[in-house]
């Protein structure tokens, strides 16, 4: 018996990387634009879906035909309350018997496509599981990530979860009704965002009066002609894209980049 | 708290490139950006790696530094606190150098000397 060493300098998360690739080739084949919605947990991702939902399905004709995969550890109380906007809505619940995940991956995900009418949408919204941190770490297959932050959370939370805030394009911030009852500095917040990641668009919206909500949905509606349009322009320059696309580039210390920036 | 799930993450890519070898020795290369607990990642490698052939493998973690490029005046420096900006630019033109790794860099396993090449797996 004698020990060898075996060079391996493979990303962690490849495996996880891979589905998430089978995921947005079956998403693409049926032409429908993917976007994973964060946020830790009580952040008002559901209710900002009802609001915002409920405007673009009652549309006649409907603006855009819209999907939802709920992701929760247990429990189909986000979904029930979704179903009323009669939209194809699917359970998707990570306990296994000890807890549950805390996040969706590509494999969760791709065990509940079967139930997924995607030729049947153009948009599918993945609900992701409260959390600000693993979720950012587990692509799905998404076109698009964004999270929801509510001004009941603290100004200090993308410092403290940079990598969640550096993962989204779109970061709403939530439940801005409340602010004349908080201690809550709204601008700090907004810098703070800016200064983990100063592409993402910022929004201020409250989805219970509805406050901001005509913006979320003009941002939804827009997606999917500013993905394929992207995608087209990635195509022409050979799908190098600085933060979101594949690094073609090796460094030094990084043989291989992480697929999360 | 994602310690876990990059603990199964581990593990899977480990017992991929063992091919049913005992794993003796882990080298692992994490960016600070990853915001990794190394005690909590330890902690929970030992459970998921029960009855694998990670089982009781050491592991070594290479920190690797959270370093920043600005594309426009080309410097690179190292952050302590999450600032994505360049103290000369601003914000237009940086992008991470270092620092989002999470890899396996390299195993070590255990052979037997002679059957190496007749027990492919």
Known sequence: ?261 | MHEFDLSSAIVQTVNKHAAGRKVTHITLRVGRLRQVVKDTLLFYLAIVGKDTPCEGATLEIIDVPAVLRCNTCKNEWEIEIPAFICGTCGPGAVEVATGEEFMVESIEVEDEEEAACTAPR
């Open chain 1, 1 to 261: 018996m004698h020990r060898t060493k075996v060079r391996v300098v493979e990303d962690a998360l490849d495996a996880n990387n891979t589905i998430a690739g089978a995921n947005a080739s079956d998403f693409e084949r049926s032409d429908v634009t993917v976007v994973n919605l964060m946020s830790a947990p009580g952040a008002g991702k559901t209710t900002l879906l009802e609001r915002a939902l409920e405007g673009i399905v009652n549309e006649d004709p409907p603006a855009l035909r819209v999907g939802v995969l709920e992701g929760d550890v247990q429990g189909s109380f986000d979904a029930d309350r979704l179903s009323v906007l009669h939209i194809p809505v699917v359970q998707l619940n990570t306990d296994n018997g000890f807890g549950g995940e805390c996040h969706l991956d590509a494999n969760m995900v791709r065990s509940a496509l079967p139930a997924v009418p995607l030729d049947d949408i153009d948009v599918l919204i993945v609900e992701n599981v409260g959390n600000l941190v693993c979720p950012a770490e587990f692509r799905i297959g998404e076109d698009s990530r964004i999270m929801v932050c509510s001004v009941t959370e603290g100004e200090d939370k993308p410092l403290k979860y940079p990598l969640m805030f550096r993962a989204c394009e779109l970061v709403v911030i939530n439940k801005v009704d409340l602010l004349q009852h908080l201690d809550f500095d709204v601008d700090r917040l907004e810098a703070n965002i800016k200064q983990v990641n100063h592409e993402a668009t910022v929004m201020r919206v409250s989805a219970k009066t509805g406050e901001g909500v005509e913006e979320f949905r003009t941002w939804l509606k827009a997606l999917p002609a500013r993905i394929a349009a992207e995608a087209a322009h990635d195509h022409d320059h050979g799908g190098h894209d600085h933060e979101h696309g594949p690094h073609t580039h090796t460094h030094d210390h990084a043989d291989h980049e992480p697929a999360t920036a």
